[in-house]
Nanobody
Framework: QVQLVESGGGLVQSGGSLRLSCLAS????????MSWYRQASGKERELVAR????????MYGESVKGRFTISRDDAKHTVDLQMDSLNSEDTAMYYC?????????????WGQGTQVTVSS
């Protein structure tokens, strides 16, 4: 059974930092592309950051470039999101996602989410 468990969300003041972590189990973590998405109230879910398997190439949504950093530890099966210079626009539920090769195809999995609230 695949599980993605996020942690590290909370309330932070504008300009502050938070570090989110996602612990994965039940999947071949080192072969999985890991991502963080977020969904603000009344808005569509959007990609925040992604890190590939293998060479750990990263990509970021335009709104977080230069402020957020995604990283992964294949030995611990974790993917982290360091969020700096937070502002009210970053308030959202943050979700961890995995895309995993399975039997010649790919499967997607999601965590339950962790809430980040930035106060101005």
């Amino acid at each position: 059974q695949v599980q993605l468990v996020e942690s590290g969300g909370g309330l932070v003041q504008s300009g502050g930092s938070l570090r989110l972590s996602c612990l994965a189990s039940g999947l071949p973590f080192d072969a999985s592309v890991m991502s963080w998405y977020r969904q603000a109230s009344g808005k569509e879910r959007e990609l925040v950051a992604r890190i590939s398997s293998g060479f750990h190439n990263t990509m970021y949504g335009e709104s977080v470039k230069g402020r957020f950093t995604i990283s992964r530890d294949d030995a611990k099966h974790t993917v982290d999101l360091q969020m700096d210079s937070l502002n009210s626009e970053d308030t959202a539920m943050y979700y961890c996602s995995a895309v995993t090769p399975r039997s010649g195809d790919y499967s997607s999995y999601w965590g339950q989410g962790t809430q980040v609230t930035v106060s101005s």
